[in-house]
């Protein structure tokens, strides 16, 4: 009898026959493995042990230096028609690349081991799961994926079950720069990459699979795939609402997943629960609502200004069974980055005698992987097959002026407008010029695997007669007063914002209409304790008509970019918005001191 693992097993066979590795491995993601994949690493100094002391079982990975980040240009969408693909995306014709990359495949593992990995992103048991297989050759690759996912035996038995699975198949080749490649072909749900040995280029099931293909599989099975933390805040009444939120890279995404409420929040009784740092998959419930589920089992994040100030649940849980990858060491053989304490670094990333000259001692995207319920604040709900019903939906972007502290979408439509328009300001050290604008949609810029257009009437194709919809925010954590400075001390102070969109859900509070969506009243703001005068509040939350004429000014420019794909109903809200703010003779008054004062 023909079994459902024949295609998997042809498939093995047939990448095995190209590639011609002197062993292959099926990984079954026992501990026992995990234990001889990092022993086989620690002898060929692929791992470096860590002081076993302060942070045992923890281990440092070097990557080579011309590998040590995504490649967007490198990263490509191969479908049939390039218009599927969107100018959001690099496109190329999925016969040329298959014949591109295969080439490169062809004997690329003689002398190592051929690793098959299934994978689970998703609980095993969740409706709302997908599979997939990843082939590599590199062990580092096979114990991040252990963390990273549910991998081995049981997913390999859902697979048996389901007869399908994504086809993703990576080689670290030669780290040869001038021969990478990350290719996805949606249309066969497979995903190639070669030549890299880092995080999303290599660890398939996260950007490529979660996100890319995902958006993909999203969009034709009525669901959403999408570049989000997923946090449930429980209030002294032990109810807990779940919060969903994207944001840009440098907008503070994980301290917000794991933040630490302020300590009267904490005395009366109020908790954070993360379900998810990255990604968030939705799907619409039979009570009309949206459930997510964090695909990942784990966390790859950004070690560098994590610390007990910023992010002390995420620093608690680094202390013990954790690969780091790229950052420095203390002379006596700690993880150290750049923001993390006063302590002096003896060994930059490469291994070198830490010398300012040489830049950072850690390299700005330098990475820890551990598996999510080591984080203190991790919500047993992340393994609810059902998923957890999103209450609130947060866009936010990193801006000096112009956007409020916090508003609210009028509406889904309005709410996919504020979504499809998010943006942020770029720093002198990421481009060498300040506060140029960067439009990110839904911060799904370089993860959206299809064009954009009919991703914003996919997002749209869900406001239906019966739906329960999340109410749509957007902040601002970073407007600046005429001193430069921030006005709002984010971190934990962003659960009195969160607490605001809470209080909307249930509608407790009113709010103030403006052109581009409702603001708080001061009063129904928690701002005690903090040091903010009259100027910093009214700054906070000022809505300039001229400027916000010129920002919409800017959105319709870049909409206008999708061309036919752009829905008519986004041009419209877009439009309602632009009359709105043309209809205002002056600019408008600071909403939230108007309140105050009335």
Known sequence: MPSKLDSL???????????????????????AEYRQLVDGMLKTDELIELNQKTHPRCYLHRSDPKDVARVEKLTVICTRNKDDAGPNNNWMDPAEANAKIDALFDGCMQGRTMYVIPYCMGPLGSPLSRCGVEITDSPYVAANMRIMTRMGTAALERIEREGRFIKAQHSIGQLDPERRWIMHFPE???????????GGNALL?????????????????GWLAEHMLIVGIENPKHEIHYIAAAFPSSCGKTNLAMLIPPEGYRREGWKIWTVGDDICWMRPGKDGRLYAINPEAGYFGVAPGTSNKTNPN??????????FTNVAVTDDNQPWWEGLDDRKPAKDWQGRDYDPANGPAAHPNSRFTVRANQCPSWSPEAENDLGVPIDAIIFGGRRASRVPLVFEARDWT???????????ETTAAATGKVGVIRRDPMAMKP??????????????SFDQP??????????????????GKFLWPGFGDNMRVLEWMLKRVAGEVDAIETPIGNLP????????????????IDELFRVDNTEWRSEQADIGEYLAGYGSHLPDRLKAEHQRIADALDAEAEPAAAPARAAAAS
């Open 447 to 460: 993860f959206c695997g299809y064009n954009y257009g009919d991703y914003f009437a996919h997002w749209l």
């Open 521 to 536: 009243r001061v009063d129904d703001l928690n701002l005690e304790g903090l040091r903010l005068d009259d100027a910093a």
């Open 9 to 31: 097993n042809r498939w093995v066979d047939d990448v095995a026959k190209k590639t011609r590795p002197d062993r292959v491995h099926w990984c079954d993601g026992s501990d």
């Open 414 to 424: 309005h709410g996919v407008l504020v979504g499809a328009s998010m943006a942020s």
């Open 205 to 221: 099931g996260k950007k490529c699979h979660a996100l890319r293909i995902g958006s993909w599989q999203a969009r034709s099975e």
């Open 188 to 198: 066969e749900l497979t995903i190639k990459s070669f030549g890299s040995g880092y």
């Open 466 to 483: 019966d739906a329960k919809l999340p109410k749509v925010f957007h902040v601002n954590w970073f407007r600046k007063g005429k001193d």
């Open 314 to 323: 995420a620093l608690a849980m680094l202390q013990r069974d954790t690969i």
